[in-house]
């Protein structure tokens, strides 16, 4: 089983930035690939960015400019760096292990974490 920590969330004001990560356990994180989900109150679970398990990455247009994903396979973790943030960047976010392929849908991935907030404020 794999299991998926996030850290990093908080409160900031619009315009700042804020750094999330996601621990993984298992001895295969290199072969994953590693999404990041996020939801707001009242809305649908929604694609953010991944990193595949050749470190390519890949994210929704929103975001795209502002975030950046990245992985260390030697200490099983994936970080999220958020610049420029908006209010509508409010949610939680969860990290996500898919062990095949590179998808972008909720059900590809095979794993989650429980979440952690970011709060933007304008």
């Known amino acids: 089983q794999v299991q998926l920590v996030e850290s990093g969330g908080g409160l900031v004001q619009a315009g700042g930035s804020l750094r999330l990560s996601c621990a993984a356990s298992?001895?295969?994180?290199?072969?994953?690939?590693m999404g990041w989900f996020r939801q707001a109150p009242g809305k649908e679970r929604e694609f953010v960015g991944r990193?595949?398990?050749?470190?390519?990455?890949y994210y929704r247009d929103s975001v795209k400019g502002r975030f950046t994903i990245s992985r260390d396979n030697f200490k099983n973790t994936v970080t999220l760096i958020m610049n420029s943030l908006k209010p509508e960047d409010t949610a939680v976010y969860y990290c996500?292990?898919?062990?095949?392929?590179?998808?972008?849908?909720?059900?590809?991935?095979?794993?989650w974490g429980q979440g952690t907030q970011v709060t933007v404020s304008s």
């Open positions: 990193i595949s398990s050749s470190s390519s990455t």
């Open positions: 996500a292990a898919a062990l095949r392929g590179t998808g972008i849908r909720i059900q590809d991935y095979d794993y």
């Open positions: 298992g001895r295969t994180f290199s072969l994953y690939s």
